[in-house]
């Protein structure tokens, strides 16, 4: 059954969203820690992301105009690894901090409060929208068993 694709894409998307906003959360959450296990201050982390099972646009279009269906059983997308941003840290003038160095500046994590609260928002709309589309398949597939009575 074809359909039961799309309850797999939608879900490896929700799944994939959920991770997003678990990296954002986490970013935030040390955005001031200027010591880690590995040594120096947190370096803030970003997900990428890979599709599966699909193939191209290309080929996902022809295959579905010839009526061979849209995908495989085993298509969406995940979470292809957490890299950490290598960006500068900044440099914050603080004596008294315990991690100042000679000259009296500590160095600060490179997470931006702002681009963190950017993307959590972001992955939340597209967690939204694949709620949405797995709401809408649904309701299909009901209408679709309501025709069979």
Do not use: W
């Not at 269906?69 to 900044?90: H, Q, T």
């Amino acid at each position: 059954m074809a359909f039961l694709s799309s309850f797999d894409i939608c879900a490896s998307g929700m799944s994939a969203q959920r991770v997003r906003m678990d990296v954002a959360a986490e970013n935030i959450a040390n955005i001031d820690t200027t010591r880690t296990e590995a040594g120096g201050p947190y370096r803030r982390k970003d997900v990428m992301f890979e599709s599966y099972g699909a193939g191209s646009f290309q080929e996902a279009l022809l295959s579905a105009s010839q009526g061979k269906g849209f995908a495989s059983r085993n298509a969406g997308v995940r979470v292809s690894g957490i890299v950490e941003d290598d960006r500068e840290m900044k440099m914050v003038y603080n004596p008294s901090h315990p991690d100042a160095d000679a000259d009296g500046y500590v160095s600060m994590p490179n997470v931006d409060l702002l681009k963190e609260t950017v993307d959590s928002m972001s992955a939340t709309r597209s967690y939204e929208a694949n709620v949405t589309a797995l709401n809408a398949m649904k309701l299909m597939v009901q209408k679709a068993l309501e025709i069979g009575k």
